[in-house]
Nanobody
């Protein structure tokens, strides 16, 4: 079974930066897409960003384009999310996931397993 462990969240002021990490185990991740989702307070979980197994194909939600950067290290089975110019509306629990498809499916209900997530809080 896939195991996903997210880390790197915290409290930051608007305009600040954070770098999230997600360590994955239980599968050969070099062949899988990896991505990030988030769930804000009182909101549904939503897609944030995805990266293909080779790292050459990337897509972002419109709300984070130009501010967030996704990357991966297949040797470490880890995906990262560099978040710059953070806004209060970025406050959410951030989750990663993996997919055999690319483009990675963006509907959270397509996924059966989630890690515990990491909390990001952006103060105004």
């Amino acid at each position: 079974q896939v195991q996903l462990v997210e880390s790197g969240g915290g409290l930051v002021q608007a305009g600040g930066s954070l770098r999230l990490s997600c360590a994955a185990s239980g599968h050969t991740f070099s062949s899988l897409s990896m991505g990030w989702f988030r769930q804000g307070p009182g909101k549904e979980r939503e897609f944030v960003a995805a990266i293909s197994w080779g790292g050459t194909r990337i897509n972002y939600a419109d709300s984070v384009k130009g501010r967030f950067t996704i990357s991966r290290d297949n040797a470490k089975n880890t995906v990262y999310l560099q978040m710059n110019s953070l806004k209060p509306e970025d406050t959410a629990v951030y989750y990663c996931n993996v997919d055999v498809m690319y483009p990675m499916r963006t509907e959270p209900q397509e996924y059966d397993y989630w890690g515990q997530g990491t909390q990001v809080t952006v103060s105004s």
